[in-house]
């Protein structure tokens, strides 16, 4: 299963965020799961329904997100 058959996006699923897998797991969840700290195998003993490669998606669809080519800083 590829990374965009693990992230979906249904409005009719918590109002269109991106989810893992059409369930209601928000990839924001996941993402902030991972920087309090939380291992993956934590993560996973939290949520059985979550797969290991659901997790490395939605980092994989985080960095899809980060990527740009460049930021302008903003003079304050």
Do not use: F, W
């Amino acid at each position: 299963m590829s990374t965009s058959e693990r992230i979906t996006i249904d409005p009719a699923i918590c109002h269109g965020k991106p989810c893992i897998r059409g369930l209601r797991y928000p990839v924001e969840n996941v993402l902030e799961l991972l920087a309090a700290g939380m291992t993956i195998d934590q993560i996973l003993a939290d949520y059985e329904d979550l797969e290991r490669e659901d997790i490395l998606a939605a980092l994989s669809y985080a960095a899809r997100l980060a990527h740009v080519k460049r930021i302008d800083r903003i003079a304050a």
